[in-house]
């Protein structure tokens, strides 16, 4: 089965905003996610390169964008970024709580690479 540019553009939109989330979640505790200060700035240098990238295959879709933006998914995408910040701020950003939510973040990437790997071709 072929995806519609409909779904490859949703999809997208879809990828972008949880890069743009994961970013934000890592950038405003840069200094307490346990890890090295090197890792941290590389994975936030390749998740801004990647919503660069996506911005820049949505801009001609205008119109869908503000369909999107107001999508249950998308506001269920914000709400989970949200609910993952509130845990952390709960936590006091302890490692254990880092932990859980790298665990989290990493199996997000793996659904960002289920959904874009579809439309590869």
């Known amino acids: 089965m072929h995806p519609s540019q409909m779904e490859k553009s949703y999809t997208a939109f879809a990828s972008k905003v ?10 405003n505790n840069f200094s307490s996610t346990g890890w090295n200060e090197t890792i941290v700035e590389r994975l936030l240098n390749e998740l801004n390169r990647q919503t660069e990238f996506l911005k820049t295959i949505l801009e001609e879709k205008q119109e ?20 993952v910040q509130r845990y952390l701020k709960n936590k006091k950003y302890d490692s254990y709580a880092w932990a859980v939510v790298r665990a989290e973040i990493s199996r997000n990437f793996l659904i960002i690479l289920g959904l874009t790997r579809n439309f590869q071709n």
Do not use: D
């Open 64 to 83: 869908e964008r503000l369909t999107w933006e107001t999508s249950p998914t998308t506001l269920r995408l914000k709400n989970y970024y949200w609910k």
């Open 18 to 27: 949880m890069f743009q989330n994961v970013f934000l979640l890592f950038r």
